[in-house]
């Protein structure tokens, strides 16, 4: 899989980690994140990995900030984005499941990167289910449309 992360000054050391361990797993990464001792904006970040997704250059997206949550909206800006913050393995995969998320936002102060590795790999390992979510799901598409 084909997996874009970005990264804002405060998930810099979680990052490297990360892609060292998705990369054993034999996925190819693309690092679009800052390193330690940078310093950038959220948005920034989050926009270069959201449009990666949408022109449908990755097949997945990795977003770390202090808490997530500025990296999950500034990415649900872009078409065809869903993000959404995730802390834990049910989360992960029903978030899959049921929404079809495409880019993993991660709380890079408050979880230690051993914590993740079980959450990307449920998510990763997911598939979507389709049937009667790929109804919702269409809808929020609809939504993109109808509002920009």
């Given at each position: 899989?084909?997996?874009?992360?970005?990264?804002?000054?405060?998930?810099?050391l979680?990052?490297?980690?990360?892609?060292?361990?998705?990369?054993k797993?034999?996925h190819?990464?693309?690092?679009d994140?800052?390193?330690e001792?940078?310093?950038?904006d959220?948005?920034d970040v989050?926009?270069?990995?959201a449009k990666r997704i949408?022109?449908?250059?990755?097949?997945?997206?990795i977003l770390?900030?202090?808490?997530?949550?500025g990296m999950?909206?500034?990415?649900?800006?872009?078409?065809?984005?869903?993000?959404?913050?995730?802390?834990d393995?049910?989360?992960?995969?029903?978030?899959r499941?049921?929404?079809d998320?495409?880019?993993?936002?991660?709380?890079?102060?408050?979880v230690?990167?051993?914590?993740?590795?079980?959450?990307?790999?449920?998510?990763?390992?997911?598939?979507f289910?389709?049937?009667?979510?790929?109804r919702?799901?269409?809808?929020?598409?609809n939504?993109?449309?109808r509002?920009?």
């Amino acid at each position: 899989m084909h997996i874009a992360i970005g990264n804002d000054h405060r998930g810099a050391l979680i990052k490297k980690k990360l892609q060292a361990s998705l990369e054993k797993l034999g996925h190819q990464v693309i690092d679009d994140g800052a390193n330690e001792g940078d310093d950038c904006d959220y948005p920034d970040v989050a926009a270069v990995v959201a449009k990666r997704i949408a022109n449908k250059e990755v097949d997945r997206g990795i977003l770390i900030c202090g808490t997530g949550i500025g990296m999950a909206i500034a990415a649900n800006k872009i078409n065809g984005v869903r993000a959404t913050t995730c802390g834990d393995v049910e989360t992960a995969k029903i978030c899959r499941r049921h929404n079809d998320v495409n880019v993993l936002c991660l709380a890079g102060e408050f979880v230690d990167h051993g914590d993740f590795e079980p959450v990307i790999q449920a998510w990763l390992e997911t598939e979507f289910e389709g049937g009667r979510h790929d109804r919702r799901v269409n809808k929020i598409t609809n939504l993109e449309s109808r509002c920009n």
